[in-house]
């Protein structure tokens, strides 16, 4: 089937989802939508993450995908639920994944968690943990300040590095053996993290098992794309088209074309 694959975030941070899509689903068509406008999602009530998600995808459905994918960990906490409940097609998150791959990775069952106040105030990833791993023992942290810094394109700047010291500082000297990076802008941070974190400190980053699910529900459905077409991927943006384009092609790799929609009204602005 050669409809889209239909991603969305807060910002830029589901491109690290959109990547490895890219790179386990070569043949397949991602159709990008990064709310950088409204950008950080992790402060905002889940009410309103809600209705964010839902006016995204409101106009993302014009284009007929044959699954959603909520790259945003905030957005998974607040809204995959009812949306699954009321959209007819595929609706992934990157929670659960991520609690998959830690509970894979973890040999101690002491896992850590970091992610928006959003996110961490959810306790969904506790949950998710839990529900896998019933003695798994959790340690969550709220990181505010990662967001902005992603979303300015500052992630490789000395303030990000003193940025990630100081908010991981209360998770340094515990006995973790991984860490999840509850939210997809953090792996454009990583390498600050891991330096912070130390070796013994395994960063699981949800995107690549989201990717695994994904494809295990398109061939499972007869979804997935047999064409020998080269896809041609799409990207929209609420915000700066031309930062968001920067940081778009600097982590992916290739051209990304970018339109700008304003929202909450849906109303197409060219470039």
């Known amino acids: 089937m050669q409809q889209a694959i239909a991603v969305l975030d807060s910002g830029v941070g ?3 989802v959109a990547s490895e899509i890219m790179r386990q689903l070569p043949k397949e068509e991602i159709l990008y939508f990064g709310d950088t406008a409204r950008a950080p999602y992790g402060p905002r009530t889940p009410g309103e993450v809600l209705m964010f998600t839902r006016q995204i995808i409101d106009f993302l459905l014009l284009y ?17 639920a009812p949306l699954q409940a009321s959209i007819a097609i595929p609706v992934v998150g990157v929670i659960q994944p991520g609690a ?4 894979k990775h973890s040999r101690t069952r002491s896992v850590g968690v970091i992610g928006t106040t959003g996110t961490i105030r959810s306790g ?6 839990r529900r896998i791993a019933p003695d798994i023992d959790v340690v969550s942290l709220a990181c505010p300040s990662f967001v902005p810094l992603v979303e300015e394109g500052r992630y490789q700047s000395e303030e990000a590095q003193l940025a990630v010291y ?3 500082a209360p998770l340094r000297g515990l006995a973790l053996d991984c860490l999840i990076l ?7 941070l990583r390498s600050y993290i891991a330096e912070c974190m130390g070796k ?14 994904i494809s295990t529900i398109l061939y499972s459905q007869h979804l997935e794309n047999r064409s020998r077409i080269k896809p041609r991927h799409r990207f929209f943006c609420s915000g700066s088209h031309s930062l968001f384009r920067t940081i778009a092609e600097s982590w992916l790799g290739i051209p ?3 339109s700008r929609v304003d929202m909450p009204v849906i109303q197409m602005v060219n470039p």
């Open 182 to 188: 509850g939210c997809t802008h953090y792996p454009f």
């Open 166 to 168: 100081e908010a991981l």
């Open 14 to 16: 589901g491109l690290t």
């Open 124 to 129: 969904a990833y506790e949950e998710a943990l």
């Open 64 to 80: 007929r995908p044959k699954m959603i994918v909520l790259a945003c960990n905030t957005a998974t906490a607040a809204a995959l």
């Open 256 to 258: 990304v074309p970018v």
């Open 100 to 103: 998959r791959a830690a509970i």
């Open 200 to 213: 013994s400190v395994a960063l699981i980053n949800s995107a690549d098992e989201t990717a695994r699910e």
